[in-house]
């Protein structure tokens, strides 16, 4: 069997904003909106990785305490040409970076909150 990566699924408190951050920020493009068990999403492409978005349900909650690392999901990662312009143009629109680009295992990476404070890592193979 093989396996590969088809795409992540995120919960969002706001579609229309999240829809707007990987479009506007990251350059996705909208495939479609539609249904995910009834609930309002969309479909994006983000340069060939797939994203869903979902609006949460009244049953579930939209893990906002990044404080302290939660089982399962940890943070997603982006790859860019160049780590340090990228936190520039995020910081400049008003993005939280944990801290500044640093170098580590061969990448420079740096990890910043997108919307609903999930942790998105760019990285730059060096």
């Known amino acids: 069997m ?3 990566f088809h795409h992540i699924h995120l ?3 706001d579609l229309q904003n999240a829809i707007d951050f ?3 920020i990251l350059g996705a493009s909208l495939v479609a909106r539609k249904k995910f068990g009834g609930a309002d999403g969309a479909t994006l492409d ?3 990785s797939m994203i869903n978005l979902r609006v949460a349900g009244e049953s579930e909650l939209v893990n ?3 404080s302290r690392p939660t ?11 160049d780590t340090n312009a990228a936190y520039k ?3 400049d629109k008003g993005f939280e970076f944990a801290a500044p680009p640093v170098d580590a295992g061969g990448n420079r990476i740096a990890f910043f909150k997108g919307p609903d404070n ?5 990285l730059q193979p060096l």
């Open 2 to 4: 093989i396996y590969r």
């Open 11 to 13: 919960l969002c408190s």
């Open 22 to 24: 990987f479009t506007r």
């Open 46 to 48: 983000l340069n060939g």
């Open 64 to 66: 906002t305490d990044t």
């Open 71 to 81: 089982y399962g999901y940890h943070h997603m990662c982006v790859r860019v040409e």
């Open 89 to 91: 143009e995020l910081t």
């Open 118 to 122: 999930i942790i998105i890592e760019v």
